[in-house]
């Protein structure tokens, strides 16, 4: 009698099954399919990752301070951005929302930057968290050097 | 274990089920417990002065639902986390995770393993089982722990028990679970329909005076809901799709208020499809959507092709069953006849709407269908003519490996899953914001506690996650 080769039907599983054991075992010691990533806060804004920038901040990240961003995330080279800029370049509100809840307080240039960001990265929720936080005026932006400026 | 013991069927059986089981008892572990579907019930059930008390409000609380195990569930857990110091995460989410393996154990506990053919086949159909959109549905919501994945194990495990020699104690233990799981939710009868379905077909491990009692139960649990004053959930109460298009409730409500029966044979016509075909979801079709610019996306045609392989092979194997049924029921017979019975009870659940949950169970039983026909197959092969086993052959080297592609998706959902899940935890109690803070104590406690443990609990961003997964295995 002719042997038919069953393991075409369950090669992929068993495949499968030594993937979960090392998926498992690796994921133990920090590693395996799709670990969890290493970011800086402005990253982990960039990212819309709002709970790793919230657990950053609670173990002490200052969410005021430019902190470099890998290439891709907003633009095709690296930027140093604070979290602030990376929410709104991210075009992101709750993230944001989360930020300004966090302690984030952008100052009045900081303000016109973020500003001006919306301009060129727009959205409209962004925009009104933007105008909620300031009376001043919406800052014509001609003059005003944005992150990343050489590469837009 | 000695290593001897590995090369027998039922042992590399089992030990194939775990180790898919351990990976996804990860994957599922890894989603911090929800804000929405179960802060509030956790909370509630922290509240309550007794078990007793949470059981007559929660019994009470909803004109749609009665779900009172639900809370009693979420606070027994809170118990055992204050008792041991686990954190809730920890217990909430290992639950869930504990399911899930028992599931998968119980999936083989349901078929018959005498030969390396049929370890080939459970191979093939547990891909099918954690490859299927409704394992998603399983795996990824809970409430705080997925009802649905509680259904579907305690029918497998009611199954399981029908096909072993009868034991009053676990027949026994079938009945309580079923009374546990009718009043945690509806779907729950589903298990009452595997357990008459097991006795009318004469399973050995399940007695009619078990079905007896088991409907008792079911008309008990329907007088409790009548004189409660519990109706089922209408049109409206939820969306649901039609056509290419996901409409709100009140939407359906207006569309179809007025003459519900194009909606309820559109949404049971769904429920069968979704199951057999993976479209419907939620009851819109995806090449149907008006909405696509860019054309359908691979996920649609690669969910499709498995399921239809699947289909067949179910369809060709019910009709030979069929044609055959005067020389009796063979060993394999009744997985697919319950199965079949199962898929198409559970349509009748959809009929105000259609989501992977309602259909769970539905899918977990599609592939322990499977087996039968999938066993059928490769015995066929060996041994048969080369033409057939080398239709067989090329049968398998599609199907196998889109199942387990498929397989792979659900852990990429459940990454996906845990990543949103603990973003949701981020704008709770904000730090600048106290005055939106609860201003019960327990309530605060708690909300304080499971945020800090999501936040402590990191996950993969989707920017991290290769970007063609989302075209390839979201929907």
Redesign the interface.
């Given at each position: 009698?002719?042997?038919?080769?069953?393991?075409?039907?369950?090669?992929?599983?068993?495949?499968?099954?030594?993937?979960?054991?090392w998926?498992?075992v690796a994921?133990a010691l920090g590693g395996?399919?799709?670990?969890?990533?290493e970011?800086t806060l402005s990253e982990?804004v960039a990212?819309?990752?709002?709970?790793?920038?919230?657990?950053l901040i609670?173990l002490g990240a200052d969410p005021n301070r430019a902190t470099p961003v890998r290439p891709d995330?907003l633009i095709g080279r690296a930027v140093t951005v604070t979290p602030l800029e990376a929410a709104v370049w991210a075009r992101d509100q709750?993230?944001m929302?989360?930020l300004?809840?966090?302690?984030a307080l952008p100052g009045p240039d900081e303000m016109r930057v973020l500003r001006c960001l919306n301009e060129t990265q727009p959205d409209a929720n962004v925009r009104a968290t933007l105008q909620a936080l300031s009376d001043a005026p919406w800052p014509v932006c001609d003059d005003v050097t944005l992150p990343g400026d050489s590469a837009q | 274990m000695r290593l001897s013991r590995l090369r027998r069927p039922r042992t590399a059986a089992y030990?194939?089920a775990a180790?898919?089981a351990?990976?996804?008892a990860?994957s599922v572990f890894r989603i911090p417990v929800q804000v929405s579907d179960s802060l509030d019930v956790i909370v509630e059930s922290a509240k309550a002065p007794s078990a007793t008390r949470l059981f007559i409000e929660a019994s009470g609380g909803s004109d749609s639902t009665l779900r009172p195990m639900r809370y009693i569930q979420a606070r027994g857990l809170l118990a055992v986390a204050n008792t041991t110091g686990l954190s809730y995460n920890a217990v909430f989410r290992g639950a869930h995770a504990a399911i899930i393996m028992l599931l998968l154990l119980a999936f083989v506990a349901c078929v018959r393993i005498d030969g390396?053919?049929d370890?080939?086949?459970l191979?093939?159909c547990?891909?099918v089982l954690t490859g299927l959109h409704t394992f998603g549905a399983v795996t990824r919501e809970a409430f705080p722990v997925n009802h649905y994945a509680e259904v579907a194990l305690v029918s497998m495990v009611a199954f399981a028990v029908a096909r072993r020699r009868p034991r009053w104690t676990s027949q026994a233990l079938v009945l309580l679970l079923l009374a546990w799981c009718l009043l945690l939710i509806e779907s729950a009868v589903l298990i009452w329909v595997v357990i008459v379905m097991c006795a009318a077909l004469r399973m050995p491990g399940i007695r009619w005076r078990t079905a007896v009692v088991a409907t008792l139960m079911l008309v008990a649990y329907a007088g409790g809901r009548q004189a409660l004053e519990i109706t089922s959930p209408g049109i409206g109460s939820r969306g649901s799709g039609w056509g290419g298009v996901y409409y709100s409730g009140d939407d359906l409500r207006d569309r179809f208020s007025a003459n519900p029966l194009p909606l309820f044979a559109y949404n049971t016509a769904g429920g069968l499809l979704t199951v057999l075909f993976s479209e419907p979801r939620f009851g819109v079709y995806e090449l149907l959507r008006p909405d696509r610019a860019e054309g359908p996306s691979p996920v649609v045609p690669i969910n499709i092709s498995a399921s239809a392989l699947v289909t067949t092979a179910l369809v060709v194997y019910v009709v030979m069953l069929l044609r055959r049924r005067r020389e009796g029921l063979r060993p394999d017979d009744p997985s697919v006849i319950v199965g079949v019975v199962v898929i198409a009870v559970s349509a009748g659940l959809c009929l105000t709407y259609i989501k992977d949950e309602i259909v769970s169970t539905a899918g977990t039983f599609y592939a322990l269908a499977a087996f039968a026909p999938?066993r059928a197959m490769?015995g066929r092969?060996?041994?048969g003519p080369?033409r057939l086993?080398l239709l067989?052959?090329a049968y398998?080297?599609v199907a196998?490996?889109l199942?387990?592609f498929r397989?792979?998706g659900t852990?990429?959902e459940l990454?996906r899953t845990a990543?949103y899940s603990?973003?949701d935890?981020?704008?709770l109690l904000?730090?600048?914001?106290r005055e939106s803070w609860p201003s019960d104590p327990i309530a605060l406690a708690i909300t304080s506690r499971l945020k800090s443990e999501?936040?402590?609990r990191?996950?993969?961003?989707?920017?991290?996650?290769p970007r063609w997964g989302d075209r390839y295995w979201v929907e």
């Amino acid at each position: 009698m002719r042997t038919f080769p069953s393991w075409i039907a369950s090669a992929p599983a068993m495949a499968l099954a030594l993937a979960s054991l090392w998926m498992t075992v690796a994921a133990a010691l920090g590693g395996g399919l799709w670990p969890a990533d290493e970011v800086t806060l402005s990253e982990a804004v960039a990212t819309r990752n709002a709970a790793e920038a919230s657990r950053l901040i609670a173990l002490g990240a200052d969410p005021n301070r430019a902190t470099p961003v890998r290439p891709d995330f907003l633009i095709g080279r690296a930027v140093t951005v604070t979290p602030l800029e990376a929410a709104v370049w991210a075009r992101d509100q709750y993230v944001m929302t989360v930020l300004l809840e966090s302690g984030a307080l952008p100052g009045p240039d900081e303000m016109r930057v973020l500003r001006c960001l919306n301009e060129t990265q727009p959205d409209a929720n962004v925009r009104a968290t933007l105008q909620a936080l300031s009376d001043a005026p919406w800052p014509v932006c001609d003059d005003v050097t944005l992150p990343g400026d050489s590469a837009q | 274990m000695r290593l001897s013991r590995l090369r027998r069927p039922r042992t590399a059986a089992y030990t194939l089920a775990a180790l898919l089981a351990l990976a996804f008892a990860d994957s599922v572990f890894r989603i911090p417990v929800q804000v929405s579907d179960s802060l509030d019930v956790i909370v509630e059930s922290a509240k309550a002065p007794s078990a007793t008390r949470l059981f007559i409000e929660a019994s009470g609380g909803s004109d749609s639902t009665l779900r009172p195990m639900r809370y009693i569930q979420a606070r027994g857990l809170l118990a055992v986390a204050n008792t041991t110091g686990l954190s809730y995460n920890a217990v909430f989410r290992g639950a869930h995770a504990a399911i899930i393996m028992l599931l998968l154990l119980a999936f083989v506990a349901c078929v018959r393993i005498d030969g390396w053919l049929d370890v080939a086949a459970l191979a093939f159909c547990l891909t099918v089982l954690t490859g299927l959109h409704t394992f998603g549905a399983v795996t990824r919501e809970a409430f705080p722990v997925n009802h649905y994945a509680e259904v579907a194990l305690v029918s497998m495990v009611a199954f399981a028990v029908a096909r072993r020699r009868p034991r009053w104690t676990s027949q026994a233990l079938v009945l309580l679970l079923l009374a546990w799981c009718l009043l945690l939710i509806e779907s729950a009868v589903l298990i009452w329909v595997v357990i008459v379905m097991c006795a009318a077909l004469r399973m050995p491990g399940i007695r009619w005076r078990t079905a007896v009692v088991a409907t008792l139960m079911l008309v008990a649990y329907a007088g409790g809901r009548q004189a409660l004053e519990i109706t089922s959930p209408g049109i409206g109460s939820r969306g649901s799709g039609w056509g290419g298009v996901y409409y709100s409730g009140d939407d359906l409500r207006d569309r179809f208020s007025a003459n519900p029966l194009p909606l309820f044979a559109y949404n049971t016509a769904g429920g069968l499809l979704t199951v057999l075909f993976s479209e419907p979801r939620f009851g819109v079709y995806e090449l149907l959507r008006p909405d696509r610019a860019e054309g359908p996306s691979p996920v649609v045609p690669i969910n499709i092709s498995a399921s239809a392989l699947v289909t067949t092979a179910l369809v060709v194997y019910v009709v030979m069953l069929l044609r055959r049924r005067r020389e009796g029921l063979r060993p394999d017979d009744p997985s697919v006849i319950v199965g079949v019975v199962v898929i198409a009870v559970s349509a009748g659940l959809c009929l105000t709407y259609i989501k992977d949950e309602i259909v769970s169970t539905a899918g977990t039983f599609y592939a322990l269908a499977a087996f039968a026909p999938i066993r059928a197959m490769l015995g066929r092969a060996t041994g048969g003519p080369t033409r057939l086993a080398l239709l067989i052959a090329a049968y398998f080297l599609v199907a196998a490996p889109l199942w387990a592609f498929r397989t792979v998706g659900t852990h990429f959902e459940l990454r996906r899953t845990a990543y949103y899940s603990r973003n949701d935890w981020a704008g709770l109690l904000p730090p600048g914001r106290r005055e939106s803070w609860p201003s019960d104590p327990i309530a605060l406690a708690i909300t304080s506690r499971l945020k800090s443990e999501a936040l402590q609990r990191r996950t993969i961003s989707p920017r991290f996650l290769p970007r063609w997964g989302d075209r390839y295995w979201v929907e």
